[in-house]
């Protein structure tokens, strides 16, 4: 039987600790107790909300309406010679998936370590770091569609796949909850190290010849010492995208700021770095109230403790408009705003 709560704290379910109520709450473990949430009269009569590890969104009041909060478990996997087929439960931890497929010898998410949040949104939000994106690897998802229960199963075609973006965050956004992903990976490692502060930290360490392990192992301690840990500051990592722009524009900022940080993207477009355009406009490391940017990072914003979504996002705002008014390139937030 559903245990649907009244009145729930949000807090512990989003990691920037932003203290927000939502009317109803209920927790899924299963694809039947979703089907048991949607078939029910409740959610017909409430908004919904679904969340993940909480670690991509930015609570500015509090939630009218339902949340449902996927933490549905599991790992398992196939091999079949090379190739490898891994399946998990939407609310299985990110990286506990990672340190899975790393000690199972399963190669192709490792450079993704110590990225938070669960499974079930790593498609919708499309992640990547350090030169590896979820499209990348990916074979497909189950998902109810809220409207008909009904589910499907959707393949890399049917996803949209875009920088930090995909099907689930535009024509389809609210109507599908992802209950399962499979990732497509590989028993030969094809070791990706082009991400330069991976090559430095193995050439640090006097690794030439690094394993899936050692690649996770970089990735997170570089992760380490320029993010925060949730547990002990709130946040939801990096709160903006890495702007991407045409090489004319390129060229624009490039003119009045020879040292921008840059790195080629698809559709010969040009991707500069947001967290160096807003260290150059002042913000690293600054406390505005009971907010802020993380010392070792600017492109994170923080909570110090007992900061209002409200106060997080005037922040975000500042800081979006003085790029601007610098750069000429216009910020858009990573973290959804509710």
């Known amino acids: 039987m559903l245990d649907v709560q009244k009145n729930k704290s949000l807090k512990p379910y989003n990691t920037f600790s932003i203290d927000v109520d939502a009317d109803y709450f209920v927790e899924i473990l299963s694809e039947q107790d979703?089907?048991?949430v949607l078939g029910s009269d409740l959610?017909?009569?409430?908004?919904?909300?679904?969340?993940?590890?909480?670690?991509?969104?930015?609570?500015?009041?509090?939630?009218?309406?339902?949340?449902?909060?996927?933490?549905?478990?599991?790992?398992?996997?196939?091999v079949e010679g090379d190739e490898v087929i891994v399946t998990a439960g939407a609310g299985v931890i990110w990286n506990?998936?990672?340190?899975?497929?790393?000690?199972?010898?399963?190669?192709?998410?490792?450079?993704?370590?110590?990225?938070?949040?669960?499974?079930?949104?790593?498609?919708?939000?499309?992640?990547?770091?350090?030169?590896?994106?979820?499209?990348?690897?990916?074979?497909?998802?189950?998902?109810?569609?809220?409207?008909?229960?009904?589910?499907?199963?959707?393949?890399?075609?049917?996803?949209?796949?875009?920088?930090?973006?995909?099907?689930?965050?535009?024509?389809?956004?609210g109507q599908?909850?992802?209950?399962?992903?499979?990732?497509?990976?590989?028993?030969?490692?094809?070791?990706?190290?082009?991400?330069?502060?991976?090559?430095?930290?193995?050439?640090?360490?006097?690794?030439?010849?690094?394993?899936?392990?050692?690649v996770s192992n970089v990735v997170s301690e570089i992760r380490v010492a320029k993010l925060p840990d949730p547990s002990t500051i709130g946040n939801a990592g990096s709160f903006f995208k890495n702007p991407v722009i045409t090489k004319d524009e390129f060229e624009t900022v490039k003119l009045a700021h020879p040292n921008v940080v840059n790195y080629p993207a698809p559709d010969n477009k040009i991707k500069l770095a947001a967290g160096w355009l807003i260290e150059q406009c002042g913000f690293k490391g600054v406390v505005a109230g009971h907010t802020g940017t993380w010392k070792n990072q600017a492109l994170v914003l923080v909570n110090?403790?007992?900061?209002?979504?409200?106060?997080?996002?005037?922040?975000?705002?500042?800081?979006?408009?003085?790029?601007?008014?610098?750069?000429?390139?216009?910020l858009e937030r990573e973290v959804n705003i509710l």
Do not use: M, W
């Open 96 to 173: 506990d998936l990672v340190k899975y497929c790393v000690q199972n010898g399963f190669a192709g998410i490792e450079n993704l370590s110590l990225i938070p949040g669960t499974v079930g949104a790593s498609p919708i939000q499309n992640i990547g770091a350090y030169g590896v994106e979820l499209k990348d690897v990916f074979k497909s998802c189950t998902a109810y569609e809220i409207a008909t229960s009904e589910k499907r199963v959707f393949n890399f075609e049917d996803c949209h796949f875009g920088y930090r973006d995909s099907v689930f965050k535009n024509e389809l956004k």
């Open 304 to 330: 110090h403790g007992g900061a209002t979504g409200a106060e997080v996002y005037s922040f975000s705002e500042q800081i979006i408009n003085d790029v601007d008014a610098k750069f000429g390139v216009k």
């Open 176 to 214: 599908y909850i992802i209950t399962s992903v499979s990732f497509k990976l590989s028993t030969s490692a094809k070791i990706n190290t082009q991400y330069g502060a991976i090559q430095d930290e193995l050439k640090n360490k006097g690794i030439d010849a690094p394993t899936i392990e050692d």
């Open 43 to 78: 959610i017909k009569q409430q908004n919904l909300l679904v969340l993940g590890g909480g670690s991509n969104v930015l609570f500015t009041k509090d939630f009218v309406g339902l949340v449902v909060k996927v933490s549905i478990p599991g790992i398992s996997n196939v």
């Open 34 to 36: 979703l089907k048991d």
